[in-house]
Every structure is written in C-alpha cells, then in structure tokens.
C-alpha cells in the first residue's frame, strides 16, 4: 500500500533553518507530483509547495517563496523540504502528500 514517512523536524530559532525528508513506497514515485502541506494548531491544513514528477517544477505557497525549496531523488523515491529563515508562524506538523495521501506528519516549531 501507499505508505509516506516523514522525518527530520525539530525545533528552530527564528531565523533558523530545518531540513525535512520524505520517503514514500507502494506507487510509481517517479511518474507522480508531490506536495508537503501543512496544519497549524487551530487551522485549516495548507498547501505548501509542489514538484512534478521530474524536479523540474516547483511550485510555492507565497508565504514560504523564497526561503523553502523542494526537491526529489526518483532513484531513492525521496522527497525533501529545505526550509531557511523559519518564522513562528511556520510552526506546524508538516506533511508529504501524494494526491489524497498524507503520511503521519512530522512537528516543526519555531521558537525562540
């Protein structure tokens, strides 16, 4: 089956960088687009960023544009989040998606 694990979250200082990974199995990783979304505590789950299935496009929430970047390894069916100059409105459980499919998410906090 459709299984996506996420790793890599943690606490940061504002400002701060995190790194956050994806490893999906049970689906042709290669030939599909992926996503991280996000939920805050008392919010609606957001989109955050989007690549297609060869890399070559990426796709940014405006919020997040310029100081995330996405990206992918079709060998190792990977999928990561580079997140720089993290906010504390960046605070949320982050998660890998692949269409209506999330994994277990991973908390990130920003914080000082």
């Known amino acids: 089956q459709v299984q996506l694990v996420e790793s890599g979250g943690g606490l940061a200082q504002p400002g701060g960088s995190l790194s956050l990974s994806c490893a999906a199995s049970?689906?042709?990783?290669?030939?599909?687009?992926m996503q991280w979304v996000r939920q805050a505590p008392g919010k609606e789950r957001e989109w955050v960023t989007t690549?297609?299935?060869?890399?070559?496009?990426?796709y940014y929430h405006d919020s997040v544009k310029g100081r995330f970047t996405i990206s992918r390894d079709n060998a190792e069916n990977m999928v990561f989040l580079q997140m720089n100059s993290l906010k504390p409105e960046d605070t949320a459980v982050y998660y890998c998606a692949y269409g209506d499919v999330r994994g277990q998410g991973t908390q990130v906090t920003v914080s000082s």
């Open positions: 049970g689906f042709p990783f290669s030939i599909h687009a």
């Open positions: 690549i297609n299935s060869s890399g070559a496009g990426k």
